[in-house]
């Protein structure tokens, strides 16, 4: 299939759907965007942002890269950041990984990715912080560890950028949330590693 001709009609089908539901809501979306979430995620495409949360078009301001890393010298990360907290102002920063992410377990098991290595290279740091207590886990349960650490790490990274330092020093109500995916079933879970921590 040349134009891929399906994904039109499914797009067709989709925009119909919602119209009947809702015939303003195209309408009132073009208007503005004025999302309360940012989604930070996973590029895998099991872990799409707005539908495991089940919120239309218009809630969720999305980044998504290879195991939702956060770096400081990624420019394309960074400005995503600084627009949604200083222009969209939103409330929530959420970090989303997922068990069973690809991008972690090539960087825990070290092999040669060529590209990629570099990027994987923000993970393994991860790892090397974290050795003592993935020694004694099987090579699955380091794997899992190591998605859930690496959204731990990935938490602080997003505190540490000038936009969110300064939106915490003008009082503004701004939360980093860190959560994991279980693609099994489907499941999000809470890390617990929400930062301001109350
Ligand atoms: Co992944």
């Given at each position: 299939m040349k134009n891929l001709q399906h994904l039109f009609d499914n797009n067709v089908a989709w925009a119909e759907k919602i119209k009947a539901n809702d015939p303003g809501f195209f309408d009132r979306l073009s208007e503005q965007q004025t999302p309360d979430y940012l989604w930070i995620g996973c590029?895998?495409?099991?872990?799409p942002a707005t539908q495991i949360v089940n919120l239309p078009p218009g809630e969720v301001f999305v980044h998504r890269n290879i195991a939702n890393v956060v770096v400081h010298n990624d420019t394309n990360c960074l400005s995503v950041i600084q627009f949604a907290v200083e222009?969209?102002?939103?409330k929530h920063i959420i970090v989303c990984g997922h068990y069973g992410c690809g991008g972690v377990k090539a960087a825990v098991e070290d092999q040669d990715h060529g590209l990629i290595n570099e990027w994987l290279a923000h993970i393994k740091e991860v790892k090397q912080k974290h050795l003592a207590e993935l020694a004694d886990l099987t090579a699955d349960q380091k794997n899992n560890r190591m998605c859930e650490l690496n959204v731990i790490e990935q938490v602080k990274h997003v505190s540490e950028t000038a936009a969110v330092q300064n939106a915490w020093k003008n009082g503004n109500a701004l939360s980093i949330h860190g959560w994991i995916y279980d693609i099994s079933d489907g499941i999000l879970h809470d890390l617990d590693a929400t930062l301001p921590a109350n």
């Open positions: 590029s895998d495409s099991r872990v222009v969209l102002k939103v």
